[in-house]
């Protein structure tokens, strides 16, 4: 990590023991409970994504080796836990069990340049090997099947940067072979219940997708519908039935929102319509590993909802929504179906995670993924919800500072990333962590974000630093107008687009903030679509489409970029960036930085060498929260755990 800047670094240290002295009073006066400590918020679970073994007999789950999180496992109904991975430099998240549960298979990168390659290693033997690793090659794992334990489907840009053709690799021998080479404009494949590529996704020039359709590997390709720019964020297919003559999509097509529909794999046309709701998409669905077919779906309205479609699953999860008021989600299910892993999140505790047996229709308790918490008392996230300046509802949440009075309040505005994402309520650290130093933390789910229907994504579109920022600004109005927040006492943060949110307050409104945290944050939307990584380019004119052109509305696009109003900065800043980040590249970061510098702007820069779009050592997440910490105490009065190591 690098940190560098004008007097705000020379005051960053001294400005801790200030913000420690605030703290005092405020605690004293306020009751704020105890404080939480940052490596219990952030740094690694204790134990974390358990998934059962295909044959039911194993639990695989991420645990600390070392400082360093890797995949453990251990018999279920025995105690003989052990580390299967060896990861030393770069903690682990993805990771999954081969279809004979013979092997782990894990995905790893570099210092985040996200060129993922493919490892696995024996559970017998801990033999680990290389599958698909390459230098400057991303490897993604396409499809896999209980029924066809030996192999598994990659997709790749080995042969170009911006094209990823799928590979069947064989798992005993290694050997990878092209089964679906890509034409040029192939942006996502589909495969069958046989493990083969029968459906693909191209991007449309007006931004929407075609969906093309084969009966075999070896006929040609045929359109069979088309998503218009409209439809395209909101729609994608979920997958093939059984026999491939019919495919379930995620659609939205002559509605509002995206629901879940049967169409015929021939014509296209509609069979049913599955799921629908009025306000909100289908988020998530669960299919049969043996039928193909959709069992349950989720529903994230302000919080999740599940619709069951398979009445023989109707008393396992109303057996399993019992043990928690959390909101459920399953991580895992072995191949018989008979024994589930599920957890549930929960805004105010950690997450807990049992295993189910269908058979005994009994749970197990496993683990929560931190047990230290339970010392802690954790703030509750409330759903939230009012109108924009325009009469858009916009639905957001905020996280109250526990046994604090909830009027004039220091408040963090926390903009998510995408910006084609959304909030969602349950645990959230950063809401945890905001709360319980003394600040209400608002979370807002401004137009162009996904999950509220095409209506509310769409109307995001070319309105980056536009409507976007005025929905966030509404959003401040609302909490001012409510007695929540202190006017005066208003910081915006994000990263990703939020980072860009950030950088948009403080250049664009700096009266309404008074100070901004911007972490991987496009500065120049020209050279920020200018750089993307190359596999994106197949979809910039989806990109252009939401964003703007740069070859034709250059002056639009400066119109909306911070990096040309920098002038404009009155406040405090601290901005971030990961080295290696590929979608949104130090420059960014850079250009506004030297503007700041140049013009004799106060200002904080923390570069991780050994980072790209996020944060994934846990090391660096700790330095970047205790940066953070210490600059929101200097500058709002909120408390701090102490200092960072600068």
């Not at 069951?308 to 991580?331: H, M, Y």
Request: net charge negative; glycine share 8%; with cysteine.
């Amino acid at each position: 990590m690098r940190y560098t800047g004008r007097p705000l670094v020379a005051t960053m240290i001294a400005a801790c023991m200030c913000a420690i002295l605030i703290a005092g009073c405020a605690q004293e006066s306020a009751k704020l409970p105890k404080l939480i400590p940052r490596d219990v918020l952030f740094g690694n679970p204790e134990k974390a994504r358990p998934t059962i073994s295909p044959d039911g007999t194993m639990l695989a789950y991420l645990a600390p080796l070392d400082d360093v999180l890797n995949v453990w496992v251990r018999t279920i109904g025995e105690e003989n836990d052990r580390a299967v991975t060896s990861e030393t430099n770069r903690d682990l998240f993805r990771y999954l069990w081969s279809a004979d549960s013979k092997q782990i298979l894990y995905l790893q990168d570099k210092e985040g340049n996200e060129d993922w390659g493919l490892y696995s290693v024996s559970i017998e033997t801990g033999e680990d090997q290389s599958l698909a690793a390459y230098d400057g090659v991303q490897v993604r794992i396409q499809a896999w099947d209980k029924n066809y334990p030996d192999e598994i489907l990659l997709s790749m840009n080995r042969e170009n940067p911006q094209l990823h053709d799928v590979y069947h690799l064989d798992l005993n021998t290694g050997d990878t072979e092209l089964v679906a080479r890509n034409p040029g404009n192939i942006v996502g494949w589909m495969v069958d219940s046989n493990l083969k590529v029968r459906g693909a996704m191209v991007p449309t020039p007006e931004g929407g997708f075609t969906l093309l359709v084969r009966e075999t590997e070896k006929d040609t390709w045929t359109d069979l519908l088309t998503w218009d720019p409209t439809d395209a964020l909101s729609s994608g297919p979920v997958g093939f039935d059984k026999e491939g003559d019919y495919i379930f999509l995620q659609d939205s097509r002559h509605v509002n929102t995206a629901r879940l529909i049967k169409i015929d794999a021939n014509t296209g046309d509609m069979v049913d319509v599955l799921v629908e709701d009025p306000n909100y998409d289908v988020a998530t669905v669960i299919t049969d590993d043996d039928t193909y077919e959709p069992q349950a779906v989720v529903i994230t309205r302000a919080r999740d909802e599940w619709i069951i479609l398979d009445e023989s699953l109707r008393e396992d999860f109303e057996n399993v929504k019992a043990l928690d008021d959390g909101d459920l989600f399953i991580t895992s299910r072995d191949n018989d179906n008979r024994n589930w892993i599920v957890g549930f999140t929960k805004d105010s505790g950690p997450i807990p995670y049992y295993a189910y047996s269908r058979d005994t229709k009994e749970a197990t308790f496993l683990f929560v993924h931190r047990p230290e918490m339970a010392k802690y008392t954790l703030a509750d996230m409330e759903p939230i919800s009012f109108k924009a300046r325009d009469g858009l509802t916009i639905e957001g949440y905020i996280t109250y500072p526990p046994g604090v009075p909830r009027e004039n309040l220091p408040v963090v505005l926390n903009v998510h990333g995408g910006p084609w994402h959304r909030d969602q309520w349950g645990y959230n650290p950063e809401a945890q962590w905001l709360a319980n130093r003394g600040y209400a933390c608002l979370q807002v789910n401004f137009r162009g974000s996904t999950g509220y229907g095409k209506n509310h994504l769409n109307a995001g579109d070319k309105e980056w630093g536009g409507k976007m920022h005025d929905d966030l600004l509404d959003a401040v109005d609302w909490a001012v107008g409510q007695g929540i927040a202190d006017p005066a006492n208003i910081a915006i943060y994000g990263h990703s687009y939020g980072g860009y949110a950030a950088l948009v307050g403080a250049t664009f409104t700096p009266d309404v903030f008074c100070c901004a945290i911007a972490g991987m944050a496009p500065s120049n939307l020209i050279t920020f679509l200018e750089t993307i990584p190359p596999y994106w380019k197949p979809i910039l004119d989806l990109m252009y489409m939401r964003v703007g052109n740069p070859e034709t509305e250059a002056d639009f696009l400066r119109e909306r970029s911070p990096l040309f109003k920098v002038d404009n900065i009155t406040i405090p800043m601290l901005i971030v960036q990961g080295a290696n980040d590929v979608r949104v590249k130090q420059a960014e970061s850079e250009q506004v930085v030297e503007a700041m510098k140049a013009k004799g702007i106060d200002y904080g820069y923390l570069l991780f060498e050994d980072e790209g779009h996020g944060f994934v050592k846990s090391e660096n997440r700790l330095k970047f929260y205790a940066a953070a910490e210490e600059f929101l105490a200097k500058h709002m009065g909120g408390r701090a755990e102490g200092t960072s190591e600068m």
